[in-house]
RNA sequence: GUGAUUGUAGCUCAGCUGGUUAGAGCGCUGGUUUGUGGAUCCAGAGGUCGCCGGUUCGAACCCGGUCUUUCACCCCA
């Protein structure tokens, strides 16, 4: 016999993990369905070509592939081998499971193009793998919650995304957190204001550690990467800004006077403000990052990342707007924005503040505990008229000792017991004992179902 | 993928520089209570010391490999 085990990186989820769980779930859906989302599903596994090439090389790298069923080796040959695994991956798998849920959505979109009604708003909650190295909030499989809507480049969409997150986020009880904001326009305007046009990339990737490593280190890692020095001169004023949203923004203007892209996403930026002040919204939670970058390449209007302040988890929530997702399937043109939940780490992040609510009373309320035979049979002639009565009922299946059965309801947490003995059976009536109170009252079927309800 | 780190009873951990039958708390099982749980008391069960191999008279402890945990880098929810 072998103990079993878990691939790393996956967990098993219990009874009073997957209620925390649905708790988040469920808020989070219920928000999404408010602001007019749809929910869809799409398949654990898609055609490798349809994942391969969206996600840079790193990503590929950690696609995790399926072996062709049967003979998956047929078609591989000696020289084949020779060459490395590159040159037989094609002729061994050609599946994978889903990387994020924005491809495959991407997918759908095309593929239905001429079925759905642009703009088409949809969600969908569904786990994604990657073969990363699990970390704490880093997991090989876990749970996207995707809203996207595509077909408009209407920034009324970027505020509701903004409204969406503060929901959800209120619900949860979380207050100290902030919502990044910054428009990948006014990156690509960064670089072209201090010479380095068409950098924006390498630009993002060492400036997104400023937090963590300090100006001087991003200087260094920024020459490494090519960066002239007189750029970086240029740069400077940039770091050391201050945090009014109204000072950035006149300073961007200024600084990005040359860039009609850069200027275009200062804009945008005031236009998502404005809208959410139109809404009756204030600012609050939302912080104007000039220098939150973000990982995809695909993104070429808002980003977004939310973080929650106190906690060890990095980021519970990102997303942004890119202009032509679908392009790659054939579909150009398609403007689209959207986010994405971490749920896994929003437990984390809850759980490190101990910030679940009590238990809800979701579980079993009413337990029917019974001496002997003839107490057995009296309970389950009870069972339907509890249960029809809307109360969660059920019986102790063995016929063991009443303090079994007592121990049981303890260990469940099951409020009510209903002792089912020679005198309840002989009057038709029925003893409840409250198990936190520990009273105990004998009543007729009817006024027990009016106490336990 | 690179560099570290962890792994002893169901859980949280002891176990001194390698030396005989590996311990504690909690939990679990049974009893104290033959119509009653959560508190007390009594008794008991449970471990191939992650796995494989090596060094040694002798390994939980030393060495190598492997898996797993956690962390940094990379990247990301």
């Keep these: 016999m072998q103990k079993p085990s878990l691939p790393k990186g996956t967990r098993d989820f219990g009874p009073v993990q997957m209620a925390r769980r649905t708790y988040i779930l469920d ?13 869809i599903e799409t398949p654990a596994m898609e055609n490798l070509s349809t994942l391969t090439g969206k996600y840079g090389d790193e990503g590929d790298q950690l696609l995790f592939k399926i072996l062709n069923s049967g003979d998956f080796s047929k078609d591989v040959s000696a020289a084949d081998l020779e060459k490395g695994s590159g040159a037989i991956l094609n002729k061994v798998s050609e599946k994978g499971l889903r990387y994020d849920l924005t491809v ?28 990363d190295r699990p970390q704490k909030g880093r997991y090989r499989e876990f749970y996207q919650c995707d809203a996207d809507v595509v077909g408009t480049d209407s920034l009324v969409c970027e505020a509701e995304i903004v409204l969406m997150i503060r929901r959800v986020f209120t619900k949860l009880g979380l207050k100290d957190y902030s919502i990044k904001l910054n428009n990948r326009k006014i990156l690509t305007g960064i670089a072209e204001a201090i010479g380095e046009a068409g950098k924006e990339g390498p630009l993002c990737v060492a400036i997104d550690k400023l937090d963590k490593i300090g100006w001087e280190k991003v200087k260094e890692e920024l020459l490494q990467r090519g960066f002239e020095e007189s750029s970086l001169d240029k740069l400077a004023p940039l770091v ?12 961007l203007k200024e600084f990005l006077k040359d860039s009609q892209t850069g200027l ?28 939150l970058a973000r990982g995809l390449s695909y993104y070429t209007g808002a980003i977004f990342e939310v973080k929650v302040h106190g906690v060890s988890i990095g980021s519970v ?11 790659v399937f054939g579909l150009p043109g398609v403007s689209g924005v959207g986010f994405s939940f971490g749920v896994d780490r929003l437990y984390d992040v809850l759980d490190e503040l101990k910030a679940f609510p009590a238990e809800t009373h979701s579980g079993t309320r009413l337990l029917l505990t019974y001496f002997d035979q003839k107490g057995f049979e009296y309970a389950l002639s009870l069972l ?42 002989s009057t038709g009536k029925i003893s409840v004992k409250d198990m936190v109170s520990g009273e105990q009252v004998k009543l007729s079927i009817k006024e027990a179902i009016g106490k336990i309800l």
């Design 384 to 425: 339907n008229l509890f249960r029809n009565a809307g109360i969660k009922t059920e019986i102790y299946p063995n016929q063991v000792k009443i303090q079994k059965q007592f121990e049981f309801a303890n260990k469940k947490e099951i409020p009510y017991v209903g002792i089912c003995g020679e005198e309840e059976i």
């Design 240 to 251: 050391s800004l201050g945090s009014d949203f109204a000072e950035k923004i006149e300073f």
């Design 104 to 131: 495959p959505f991407a997918r759908y979109v095309v593929m239905n193009r001429n079925e759905l009604t642009f703009p088409f708003k949809r969600y969908q909650i569904q786990p994604v793998w990657r073969a």
């Design 264 to 291: 275009k996403g200062v804009e945008e930026l005031e236009q998502v403000f404005g809208i959410l002040s139109k809404m009756g919204e204030n600012l609050d939670n939302i912080d104007f990052d000039i220098m």
């Design 317 to 327: 929530s990102g997303g942004g707007r890119y202009d032509n997702l679908t392009g």
């Design 27 to 39: 808020t989070i859906k219920e928000t999404f369905q408010l602001f007019g989302y749809q929910q």
